[in-house]
């Protein structure tokens, strides 16, 4: 953990903060989702940590599954063509659907899996995101549900990486441009 603190410029969400919206957004989705059973559905690898979180934040039955999806130049700027690399292993079909996100930032990600998860005909389909980049954004794409706002930083930590380092880092922290610019 220490060799990854020098490089970070400074904290932007600590555990507690992360923590206390985690709680907050597993009592509103614990509330709407009340007897519908929903399927909660983890976008690996960087919402894994957010979404167990989550999950465990909710008092109500709920059912889990994992999607993967790269991207390709979604920080270089070309195509930004999204693939499916791991499918869930459930159907959707009639299902009340809770897609979880750590980030939303170019829209890219969430815009892609969504055309492709709504054409599977759930009864319901949303998107919880903990963390909305609204300033990246390259198509238009608004979350159901959002944990928090951030201003256009690289952020790690809480599972999101930088080159798959940094995921365990407990709080969401800035990391140095010198290291992704070198
Ligand atoms: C990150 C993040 C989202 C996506 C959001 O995943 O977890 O899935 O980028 O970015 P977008 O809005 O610009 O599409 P990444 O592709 O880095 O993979 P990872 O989850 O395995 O870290």
């Known amino acids: 953990m220490k060799g990854m603190r020098s490089d970070i410029v400074r904290i932007l969400l600590t555990r507690r903060e992360i923590a206390s919206k985690v709680a907050e957004l597993g009592k509103k989705l614990s509330r709407e989702y009340a007897g519908l059973e929903p399927l909660m559905v983890c976008v ?19 059912q889990m599954d994992f999607i993967a999806a790269a991207s390709y130049g979604r920080h270089s700027g070309s195509s930004g063509e999204v693939r499916l690399i791991k499918d869930l292993d459930v159907s959707i079909e009639g299902r009340h659907v809770l897609v979880v996100e750590d980030i939303l930032d170019t829209g890219l990600t969430l815009h892609y899996l969504t ?61 140095k441009e010198e290291i992704y610019k070198k």
């Open 44 to 62: 690996l690898k960087g919402s894994a940590i957010f979404f167990s979180d989550l999950c465990r934040q909710m008092d109500i039955p709920v």
């Open 115 to 175: 055309e492709m998860l709504r054409s599977r005909k759930p009864a319901s389909l949303k998107v919880c995101v903990l963390l909305d980049k609204p300033g990246r954004r390259r198509v238009a794409f608004e979350p159901d549900y959002f944990g928090f706002v951030i201003p256009n930083e690289f952020v790690v930590g809480y599972g999101l990486d930088y080159a798959e380092m940094y995921r365990n880092l407990p709080d969401i922290c800035i990391l």
